[in-house]
Every structure is written in C-alpha cells, then in structure tokens.
C-alpha cells in the first residue's frame, strides 16, 4: 500500500503560476508511472501530465508548454509547475501511481485561478 500527500494548491491569478508537490509513502522504483490528474465540478477526470523512468514526460495539448512535471527520486516527491494559469484551469488536481498493476490516488488539492 502506497499513501500520495498533495499540497500546494490555493488560489491564483490568471497569468499566474502555482507548485504542486505529492510526497509518497514508499520509494519510487523504475518501473512507476506517475502522473497528475484533474477534474473540474461536472466533468470527468482528466491527465494532466505523466511521467515514467527515467524521466519521460507526457502531456495533453492543454498542458503542453504550460505545466511541468518533474520528480525528486530522494525525496519520493512528485511536482507539477503551473504556469500561465487560466480560470478553465480550476480543478481539484490529484497525484497518481501505477505499480505492480495498483493504482494509487492522492486526496487532491484544490487549484482556483480567478479572471
């Protein structure tokens, strides 16, 4: 079992920049997918940004040239760069794992980027 601590979600403005960090209960191995998800009141969970050893990224159109995701393999630490924030960026974000074929879910961290 793998426990995902979000923080660093708040309040923004547009044009504005947040840091969100996800801190996990166990080491990362080579073999992890992680990745950061949202999803906004009335809509579906969607991928924000994921990343697999070593450090391949991948991001939908929305994310790209936007976000960054990046991780700290000695701090077991995941972190998603929010820049140019938009209102239609408003979510609850949530930190993601796949490992040994289980997924493991954050318990989200609210972004709220006002016009």
């Known amino acids: 079992q793998v426990q995902l601590v979000e923080s660093g979600g708040g309040l923004a403005q547009a044009g504005g920049s947040l840091r969100l960090s996800c801190v996990a209960s166990?080491?990362?191995?080579?073999?992890?997918?992680m990745a950061w998800y949202r999803q906004a009141p009335g809509n579906q969970r969607e991928l924000v940004a994921s990343?697999?050893?070593?450090?391949?990224?991948n991001y939908p159109e929305f994310a790209r040239g936007r976000f960054v995701i990046s991780r700290d393999n000695s701090k077991n630490t995941m972190y998603l760069q929010l820049n140019r924030l938009r209102p239609e960026d408003t979510a609850v974000y949530y930190c993601?794992?796949?490992?040994?074929?289980?997924?493991?879910w954050g318990q989200g961290t609210q972004v709220t980027v006002s016009s």
């Open positions: 993601y794992l796949l490992r040994d074929f289980f997924n493991y």
């Open positions: 166990s080491s990362f191995s080579m073999d992890d997918t």
């Open positions: 990343i697999t050893f070593p450090n391949r990224t």
